[in-house]
C-alpha cells in the first residue's frame, strides 16, 4: 500500500530556506500526483503546491508562488519542496498528499483535498521573526 512520509521541517529565521521531502512507496513515482498542504495553528489546512505525475506540470498558491519550488526525483521516489524567503506565517505542519486515480491522463495536478486519497503524518516548519 502507498506511504507517504515527510521530512526536512525544523526552525529557521525569516528570510531562511528549507528544503522538505516526501517519500513514497508502495507505488511507482510516477503513477502519482502530488500535492503540498500546510495548516497553521487554529487554521484550517490550505493548498500550497502540486506536481503532475511526470513533473511536466506544477502550480503554487499566490503567496508562495517565486518563493516556493516543487520537484520529484523518480529514481529517488521523493517529492521535494524547496521554500525560500520564508515568513513567520508559512509556520505550519506541512503535509504532503498524493492522487492514484486511474483515470488520470497524466496532467492532474491536485489543487484541493478532494483530489487527492493518500496522505503523510506532516513535518512541522517553524519560522521566527
Known amino acids: 500500500q502507498l506511504q507517504l512520509v515527510e521530512s526536512g521541517g525544523g526552525l529557521v529565521q525569516a528570510g531562511g530556506s528549507l528544503r522538505l521531502s516526501c517519500a513514497a512507496s508502495g507505488f511507482t513515482l510516477d503513477y502519482l500526483a502530488i500535492a503540498w498542504f500546510r495548516q497553521a495553528p487554529g487554521k484550517e489546512r490550505e493548498w500550497v503546491s502540486c506536481?503532475?505525475?511526470?513533473?511536466?506540470?506544477?502550480d503554487y498558491a499566490e503567496s508562495m508562488k517565486g518563493r516556493f519550488t516543487v520537484s520529484k526525483d523518480s529514481a529517488k521516489s521523493t517529492v521535494y519542496l524547496q521554500m525560500n524567503s520564508l515568513k513567520p506565517e508559512d509556520t505550519a505542519v506541512y503535509y504532503c498528499?498524493?492522487?492514484?486515480?486511474?483515470?488520470?491522463?497524466?496532467?492532474?495536478?491536485?489543487?484541493?483535498?478532494?483530489?487527492?486519497?493518500?496522505w503523510g503524518k506532516g513535518t512541522l516548519v517553524t519560522v521566527s521573526s
Open positions: 506536481i503532475s505525475r511526470r513533473g511536466l506540470i506544477t
Open positions: 498528499a498524493a492522487s492514484a486515480a486511474s483515470g488520470d491522463p497524466g496532467n492532474l495536478c491536485p489543487i484541493d483535498r478532494t483530489g487527492v486519497e493518500y
